[in-house]
């Protein structure tokens, strides 16, 4: 079982950065990989980023590539989201995920989800 908890989202100016955490349980974090996913208001949940359980970067959506960074840290058990330049577009609740198998994170059926954090970017 892995529990997800993400923090970070808050409102913040076109232009601004913000950092997403997302804190796991669970002694086997190590051996998921984790993935960030978003979803608007009347939209489709959407991939954003996915990093492997080595820290190698999966993917990024095009939508954020230069912008957003996505990181983690294993010993805190915790995958970061940084978020550059911040557009209006980017408003939306961000999810994190985990899944043992790389696919299955950046096809966003991974089996453990967080409740998700409000990122609203507007003047």
């Known amino acids: 079982q892995v529990q997800l908890v993400e923090s970070g989202g808050g409102l913040v100016q076109p232009g601004g950065s913000l950092r997403l955490s997302c804190a796991a349980s669970g002694r086997t974090f190590s051996r998921y990989h984790m993935g960030w996913f978003r979803q608007a208001p009347g939209k489709e949940r959407e991939f954003v980023a996915a990093i492997t359980w080595r820290s190698t970067i999966i993917g990024y959506a095009d939508s954020v590539k230069g912008r957003f960074t996505i990181s983690r840290d294993n010993a805190k058990n915790t995958v970061y989201l940084q978020m550059n330049a911040l557009k209006p577009e980017d408003t939306a609740v961000y999810y994190c995920?985990?899944?043992?198998?790389?696919?299955?994170?950046?096809?966003?059926?991974?089996?453990?989800w967080g409740q998700g954090t409000q990122v609203t970017v507007s003047s």
């Open positions: 995920t985990a899944d043992p198998t790389p696919s299955t994170v950046v096809a966003g059926t991974s089996q453990y």
